[in-house]
């Protein structure tokens, strides 16, 4: 059974720091490009990110960018999303996903975490 954990998220003051951290199990992690995305209260989901196979991050919203640091511990089975100089308007639930496409199938595998709940206060 395939499981993504999150853990990490909580209120922290604008200007404070959180380090979201996702746990996979039931997979092969290392073969899997890691995600994650939030949701806001009444907003459509956004890929904030995501990191490569080999560690390589890759940063979607450009709000985000130079705050957050997407990295992945392969021995550990876990992707992480360091979060610095949070504002309000990053208060959300974060999910991590797994995402692996067999190109010889054309079947892509994606599954998802529960999601944590990031609140930033002013």
């Known amino acids: 059974q395939v499981q993504l954990v999150e853990s990490g998220g909580g209120l922290v003051q604008a200007g404070g720091s959180l380090r979201l951290s996702c746990t996979v199990s039931?997979?092969?992690?290392?073969?899997?490009?890691m995600y994650w995305v939030r949701q806001s209260p009444g907003k459509e989901r956004e890929s904030v990110g995501m990191?490569?196979?080999?560690?390589?991050?890759?940063y979607f919203l450009d709000s985000v960018k130079g705050r957050f640091t997407i990295s992945r511990d392969n021995a550990r089975n876990t992707v992480y999303l360091q979060m610095d100089r949070l504002k309000p308007e990053d208060t959300a639930i974060y999910y991590c996903?797994?995402?692996?496409?067999?190109?010889?199938?054309?079947?892509?595998?994606?599954?998802w975490g529960q999601g944590t709940q990031v609140t930033v206060s002013s």
């Open positions: 996903a797994a995402d692996r496409i067999d190109f010889g199938a054309n079947i892509s595998y994606v599954f």
């Open positions: 039931g997979l092969t992690f290392s073969d899997f490009w």
């Open positions: 990191v490569s196979l080999s560690g390589r991050p890759s």
